[in-house]
Every structure is written in C-alpha cells, then in structure tokens.
C-alpha cells in the first residue's frame, strides 16, 4: 500500500482519518437493479458448477434485481455435482469450462475437449480465443471472473498433482492474467468486472491444507490483485471479492454428500456458501435500494459472518474498518477488505473537497467530520453539506488542518 492510499484507523470509534493528501479517486460502474442486468460468468468446472445451482437467482429475486445470465455454455446434470436446489433453466448459461487455466481464454492455439461442449463448441482459427467467443455472443453488463484453480493444481510445465509446496510461476501467470483482463476490458469496455480471489483448494483428496494455502495467497497478492488493483485505482469499472479471507474452507464446503470430496469443486452445502459470497458483490456494485431497517437488518444479510463479526465495532475482513463505519459508507462490505475504495480528498478550484458517499437508507446512526485542535478533536460545521447522498467538507487551503477524520455513531 501506497503512502497516499494509507489511513490511520480507530476501529473502535468508528472513525477513520484522512491525511491531506490527493488520492486517486475510483469510479464504480453504475448499475440500477430495476434495469435487467446481465450477468456473466466466467471461469472454470467450479464456475460452471455454481450455474446449477440456485442460490444466486433466489438471492437477486429476493432483492428485486432484474437480471439475466448469459453465455454460450449451459450446465446440465452429467451424473457428478447435483445442487440441492437446481437453477432455472434460463439462469444456467454460464462461460464455465472445466479443467481450463487462465492461460487457456486468450490463446488463439487453445485445444478444445469435445466433452466440454455444453452446448456449443467454441470455432477456432482467424485469431479466435474463448474470451472473444464468449464475450462476441454476448454483451454483459457484469462479468464475474473466477479462474485459476486449476493453475494451483499444476507446476510451472502444466503437469497436475503438483506438490503443494512448489512456488507457483508469478511472472508467467501475471502475464497471463493481465491480458485477460485487458482483452475483457477490450471486448466489453462498459462491463463492471467482479474478480475473485480464490480460496484454499487442495488436489490430494485431503489433509493438511497450509501449502497449497500458501500458493493460493501468492496467486492472490500477486497475481490476481497485483493486476487488478491498478485498474480499480486508475477509475476502471472493476472490484475484488476476497473468497480466500471469506469462505476460510470449512471442512464441509467441499462436502458433496458423499466419500468423493476432492477437496477443489465445493460441494451442495459449498456452492451456495459461493454464490451467496457472489451475491453480496453484485449487490455492492449495483446497491439497488440500501437497508430498510437500520445496521442489524444490513449486518444479518452477512450469513456468512459469526456473531462476534456482526458486532459494530467488528471488521471481520481484518482490513480495521468497523462495521457501522461500512453500513455508513455506500460501496462498503463487512466481507472484504476495503482500503482500496476509501474516499479521500481532492483539490477542486483551489479548495479540498472530502465527500463521503452515504448509503441509501441508513438509518440509526449519524456521520461527522471532525479536524484535530491540539489534543481534541472538534466538529466540523462549516463548509459541510448533504446532496445526492454525498456527505461533502469543502475547506480552503488555508484552513485545511493537517488531519480531518470522519466519525460514524450511533443516534438512536
């Protein structure tokens, strides 16, 4: 993390504070729920595996999200993972290809397996790659990227059933999956990109899960976040979910209900943990109506999350921001760690703007800015405003102080 992108944090307080400094500012891809959103989803067999399964349809339903998958795969029952709740029919078009590595979606010389056609096979020659198939059939408006599972599954030479202590290949797979996002951003410029961090797999049927954990984290830092970050910096519409720090892989997320658990697909209790998890990212970017009944109605939509997590002054993503600081602040998830979208202030004709973007129907608590006075700190009234759901601090630069920190508390 940056100097410029760096906050000092009183969690308990609910309180973060903003060093005079002009941070990058991040665009977010504005999506309204009551347009029908389509949605894609890529990646591989788990991607593939996930559109069976109805978790996700009855989440959005449940949110009065209109909404739509598409792709040119569509999953059906070929006798292996069967969802407890199998999705409708129209909802189970998917771009999910089992077995594939990130590497496979931009290479041109890519091999197809004719036991992946579900339902259509992918033309090849005159420059094609899965991705420009996927995405010249289809125009999203939401792309949900999971991939590269199968890369941990393999060495730097693509042989499987690596030993789970072999470092992965940085380089190679950075390289890998920055074109992927750059042919995604091509093909699709105006999609919001949900990219997903994955969590622990391990390809040897059980036990001790640190290396493989420890493979996957470094594909996370960096190569899925290095390569993505810059993006969400540079004012793209993209975002991370974290589903290493959320799932945490209890034992029964890979539980199938039966003795094959392979410990790399999730299983009928894993899957729905997954597309829950999908769920509260897509409604982080689209955030169609915002709570109705106050901080515990917004913090119980966490199922995931234990009771001591759901406490205000908890940060269950262990980023350090509390709870009731993100129920405030729209764009905010008690999921994932959240540095990266924090606002800061800029100059704009000679004065420092801070705003704050508030989420729609928060209600019970209240929000202030306050600046450091020799050893208190005191509320700023001045220069403050509310439009549009922006909470904004205007100050000149003569009176701009060195710190101004904004305080979120309850007001029953």
């Not at 410029?189 to 390809?203: C, F, G, K, T, W």
């Not at 975002?239 to 299983?267: A, C, K, M, W």
């Not at 959240?338 to 004709?349: A, F, H, K, Q, T």
């Amino acid at each position: 993390m940056s100097e410029t992108m760096k906050r000092v944090l009183c969690p308990v307080c609910g309180y973060f504070l903003i060093p005079l400094l002009l941070l990058p500012g991040v665009a977010v891809n504005s999506l309204s729920a009551a347009d029908p959103i389509y949605i894609m989803r890529i990646g591989d067999s788990i991607t593939w595996q996930k559109s069976g399964d109805a978790t996700l349809q009855d989440l959005l339903d449940a949110a009065d999200v209109s909404y739509k998958f598409v792709g040119t795969q569509n999953w059906h029952d070929d006798g292996g993972y069967v969802p407890l709740k199998i999705a409708r029919e129209e909802n189970q078009d998917v771009e999910g290809y089992p077995g594939m590595t990130v590497e496979w979606f931009t290479d041109p010389t890519f091999v197809w397996y004719s036991w992946l056609a579900r339902p259509t096979t992918i033309p090849q020659g005159g420059g094609n790659t899965p991705i420009k198939h996927a995405l010249s059939n289809n125009t999203p408006d939401l792309i949900l990227l999971m991939i590269g599972t199968n890369n941990m599954l393999r060495d730097a030479n693509g042989v499987r059933g690596v030993d789970s202590s072999t470092e992965i290949d940085v380089f190679g797979l950075s390289v890998h999956f920055s074109a992927l996002l750059e042919e995604i951003r091509t093909l699709a410029p105006a999609a919001h990109m949900i990219v997903a961090e994955l969590p622990v797999s391990n390809d040897t049927g059980g036990g001790d899960r640190t290396n493989q954990a420890g493979r996957t984290l470094n594909f996370n830092e960096q190569v899925v976040r290095a390569n993505t970050q810059p993006r969400i910096d540079f004012g793209e519409p993209i975002s991370i979910v974290d589903f290493f720090q959320l799932l945490d892989v209890p034992e029964d997320f890979y539980d199938d209900g039966s003795t094959n658990r392979d410990y790399v697909h999730p299983g009928v209790t894993g899957v729905p943990k997954l597309n829950e998890a999908w769920f509260h990212a897509i409604m982080e970017v689209i955030n169609p109506t915002g709570p109705s009944g106050g901080f515990d109605e917004w913090i119980d939509g966490f199922s995931s999350l234990s009771p001591g997590d759901r406490h205000p002054e908890a940060s269950p993503s262990g980023d350090g921001l509390p709870n009731l600081l993100k129920y405030f602040i729209d764009g905010l998830s008690p999921l994932s760690a959240d540095w990266n979208v924090m606002p800061g202030p800029r100059l704009e004709e000679g004065f420092f703007r801070y705003e704050i973007p508030v989420r729609a129907g928060v209600r019970g608590v209240e929000g202030s800015f306050e600046r450091r006075a020799g050893e208190t700190w005191e509320t700023v009234t001045e220069g403050v405003s509310m439009a549009d759901d922006i909470f904004s601090l205007v100050l000149p630069p003569e009176e701009a102080p060195l710190l101004i920190r904004f305080r979120v508390r309850p007001n029953p």
